[in-house]
């Protein structure tokens, strides 16, 4: 009897990182892991994404399929019913390590029709309507909160950051006494104060080693110092 484990990611950018934790920690004997291309969307049934249709083919009586949490295989009810069906049919037993389903018994079918017991059915069904209003409400939240921030004159995306022809300018007025608030108005209109200060992190020993020929101890070349020790002396240097 074999032990199937299911993953899936919605985007690119996230990880399998807390799945693996999970299906570790349930300590898994000698599992047969079928992952899901990041790029198969979740609007897809289950029963047609390749990963999961290659592990139904694989899958034998006896077989055991294991996710880390419900929602990582199916998203509506009908299709969380779909696949139990189907894994009834072919004697496969499903097992969820984490959230709400973890703690039910989802292969519990009546000992004479053979049907899922319509108590199991019954939860099944009103804990993915649960789930499912829960990311309907937080889609609306959100959007709300986007309206309401582009009526305030917000805009959504990343922040601009300091062109990298500007950095060198940028560091060296802002030793030369310019003020970030001063920077942000001029040259570089629209550039937020943390794209600044993030520039003004960077190593200022290039800019003070032109300065002086022997700096304190404090300022090492080719280190990250203290921006506001860097900068009195440097600005110090540039008033002698």
Do not use: W
């Not at 003020?179 to 942000?184: D, K």
Request: charged share 25%; proline share 5%.
């Amino acid at each position: 009897m074999a032990n199937l484990v299911y993953k899936r990611v919605s985007t690119d950018q996230q990880s399998t990182a807390r799945q693996n934790l999970v299906l570790h920690e349930a300590g898994i004997e000698d599992p047969v892991v079928f992952e899901e291309d990041p790029g198969t969307t979740s609007r897809l049934h289950p029963l047609q994404r390749p990963k999961f249709r290659e592990l139904l083919t694989y899958a034998r009586p006896g077989d055991t399929v294991r996710i880390y949490e419900m929602f990582r295989l199916v998203r509506g009810t009908g299709h969380i019913l779909d696949v139990l069906d189907v894994l009834h049919r072919d004697q496969v037993a499903l097992r969820i390590h984490d959230g709400a389903f973890s703690a039910m018994d989802l292969t519990a079918r009546h000992p004479r029709t053979g049907e899922l017991l319509s108590t199991v059915k019954f939860m099944v069904q009103t804990l993915a309507a649960a789930a499912e209003l829960q990311r309907d409400l937080q889609r609306e939240l959100t959007y709300d909160g986007l309206r309401a921030a582009e009526a305030k004159g917000s805009k959504g995306g990343r922040r601009p950051a300091v062109p990298a022809t500007k950095t060198d300018t940028v560091r060296t007025s802002y030793l030369e006494g310019r003020s970030i608030a001063a920077l942000a108005q001029g040259e570089l209109l629209f550039i937020q104060r943390p794209a600044l200060d993030q520039v003004l992190q960077l190593p200022l020993a290039p800019h003070v080693g032109t300065l002086s020929s022997r700096p304190p101890t404090k300022v090492r070349r080719n280190m990250v110092c203290n921006r506001s020790t860097t900068v009195r002396y440097a600005r110090a240097v540039i008033a002698t």
